[in-house]
């Protein structure tokens, strides 16, 4: 179905944005709404369900290689269990797609493009989304490997201009009301982690499989790092305000001000953002179409990516009124049907397949 | 009902359906048959007012109502 071969660095070029690039831009103040000051810890606390994603996720590859979850889920637990499992695993990633493309459409439309109607600027997204799930496996590792570093880049470029701006004290207290109001706050930043789950559907086109693991690991504390830093870049320059704004970052980089010449550098910071989210649709969209022809047993993803589109964009609308009914979504929902999603239910697996194998060597050596 | 966002769809579906079928002639049945009802499903579901219509965001929603009042507290 997927003739294409990616690198290991490629598998981890594409997840870092699909973590970072919507986590950098919300998840900062609903960290900060539980953790207070604390909010740079949690992320060390959400990592950990990101570590034991991917070990999950290399598990069940290494049991059943060139597959991914549509298609070794009914193997492990039967034809028809599989496939409703397999259903539901496809309508969450359709579902959660929508929902990050209507996040983004609600960023621009309402930090930049105003007076723009969101249809817009989601269809045009999903446009080129499509284009590049359509190119296949290939195209989108090379294109994650180009713009990454474009992404990145500017986040350190962001640091060294606000670094006039720091209050140093504004981290204290630490740990002022124990131990508990981090580990909340990680709860939201844990399903962002849970989306290392993805990487099983890029795992059967790895050209190096030894490396897997430690890239997947490597993606992991990128990610981590990145979290941490921007954390205590947006503790340092708001303050206890974090909590009340609803993009932190981008109300951080409107404080530089370098030389009277270096100013409203947020727009800067929208362009790269952009090329994240990018990367993070096309992600997810291309999971979602491989998964469906798997589903299906369609000889080729490449039909359904169109229409999949056209769902993409119907589910970023459907039963959700406002952005309010977004932002609700991203804290009251998507932490808990992440983690059920893409950590326990592969967990059971991993534990249902280990179980029948063992019991399958059983019978066949004695 | 809504009929714009409903006839951008519909030209949208045509859209796709002339690049892409010309592409599939040598496919199975079975692809231009999923092709098919994945655009009829997205075609049918434009007709409605979606954002006020329940659906399943708002059924995760209810399901995972006392996470929600968790993390409301």
Known sequence: MEKGKISSLQMAF??????????????PSITAK?????????????????????????????????????????QIIGRIPGKILGFLFLFFYIQNTGLILRGYGEFVVGSFLVNTP???????????????VRGGIEVLGRAAELFVPIFIFPICILILLLIPDFEYKNIFPILGDGIMPPIKGAIVPGGWFS??????????????MKKGMKSGMMSVFAVMMTLIVVNLLVLFVLGSTTST??????????????????????????????????????????????????????????PVVWPIGILIVIFSFWSLPSSMDVSRNDINVFPFQGTLMQTIIPLLLLVIAIVRKRNHKGTETS | MRWGAFLCTSVI??????????????????DK????????????????NLPQMAGPTQWMVTLFRPFGEFMEK
Not at chain 1, 195 to 208: K, R, W
Not at chain 2, 33 to 48: I, K, N, R
Request: aromatic fraction near 16%.
């Open chain 1, 14 to 27: 594409m997840m870092y944005p699909t973590i970072v690039a919507t986590a950098l831009l919300g998840v």
């Open chain 1, 34 to 74: 539980y953790a207070k000051t604390d909010l740079w810890l949690s992320p060390i606390f959400a990592a950990l369900i990101g570590y034991l994603t991917v070990y999950i996720a290399i598990k069940l590859h290494k049991l059943y290689p060139k597959q991914t979850v549509i298609q070794f889920s009914e």
């Open chain 1, 118 to 132: 969101i249809s817009v600027i989601m269809a045009s997204m999903v446009l080129l989304c499509a284009f590049i």
């Open chain 1, 195 to 208: 989306e290392f789950f993805l990487i099983i559907f890029l795992l059967p086109f790895l050209a190096d």
């Open chain 1, 245 to 302: 704004k609803l993009y932190p970052l981008m109300s951080a980089s409107r404080y530089i001000s370098l030389a009277d010449f270096f100013e409203h550098v947020e727009s800067a910071v929208m362009a790269v953002w952009i090329v994240g989210a990018f990367v993070k649709i096309s992600v997810f969209y291309y999971a979602t179409a491989l998964g469906t022809a798997q589903w299906l047993n369609l000889s080729d993803y490449r």
């Open chain 2, 13 to 30: 579906v045509i859209l796709i359906i002339l690049y892409e079928w010309p592409k599939m002639k040598k496919n199975p049945k079975k």
């Open chain 2, 33 to 48: 048959v999923a092709f098919l009802t994945l655009l009829l499903t997205g075609l049918v579901l434009a007709m409605f």
